[in-house]
């Protein structure tokens, strides 16, 4: 069964703290993965998108990493800020079909306090 | 600004009285979808556009309805909602035309948070 599993489910830090999501999945074919942040009443925002063959991306303070072999991805927060306080979605799309299908993970709500 | 539009964003209805929530975009995509979101269930994809007069379910059809006559506009009707349709729902774009590797941006509107009564 195609399944994304992202954890922590929640998590607290200090402004200014790095902080790692992790994402595991178990879609095949695969045929990217993605990070998504959404703000709390929000639509999901696009932070990076990778292929199989991309180990590392980055978005200014985010960097998301992908080890196709285990099929885990992380998302590296670096200096965080308030602003970073959402929740951060990882989806993966399988190849195939008409259109190929998005399967999202339940999401990390992370918390930076002051 | 490139943007997907929704409205309502807020809607309290009763059981049984037919609602539409619109979606518009302005960005030429050929592609449309809504999702619903749920606390610990994530989003989950309703129904979707590939263009004009083309719609397929998703995941959770049951209980919606879609049309598409316009590129740009792609509504969501609810004949007779439910208190289980209570939800948070967004609208999304993208172009059609996948390439290779699927790579596309998807455009996510601003969420339409309906409760039925």
């Known amino acids: 069964k195609n399944q994304v599993e992202q954890s922590p489910q929640s998590l607290i830090i200090l402004e200014g703290k790095n902080c790692t999501l992790q994402?595991?999945?178990?879609?095949?074919?695969?045929?990217?993965l993605r990070w998504y942040k959404q703000d709390t009443g929000r639509g999901p925002v696009s932070l990076t998108i990778m292929t199989f063959s991309e180990n590392t991306k980055s978005n200014g303070r985010y960097t998301a990493t992908l080890d196709a072999d285990t099929k885990q991805s992380s998302l590296h927060i670096t200096a965080s800020q308030l602003s970073d306080s959402a929740s951060y979605i990882c989806v993966v799309r399988n190849y195939g079909g008409s259109q190929g299908n998005l399967i999202f993970g339940k999401g990390t709500k992370l918390s930076v306090k002051p | 600004e490139a943007q997907v539009t929704q409205n309502p964003r807020y809607l309290i209805t009763v059981t049984g009285k037919k609602l539409t929530v619109t979606c518009s975009q302005n960005m030429n995509h050929e592609y449309m979808s809504w999702y619903r979101q749920d606390p610990g269930l994530g989003l989950r994809q309703i129904y979707y556009?590939?263009?004009?007069?083309?719609?397929d379910k998703g995941d959770v059809p049951e209980g919606y309805k879609v049309s598409r006559k316009e590129k740009r506009n792609f509504p969501l009707i609810l004949e007779s909602p439910s208190p289980n349709q209570t939800s948070l729902y967004f609208c999304a774009s993208r172009q059609g035309v996948l390439g290779l590797a699927g790579l596309y941006e998807q455009y996510f509107g601003p969420g339409t948070r309906l409760t039925v009564t």
């Open positions: 994402c595991n999945y178990t879609v095949s074919p695969f045929s990217n």
């Open positions: 556009s590939m263009n004009v007069e083309v719609t």
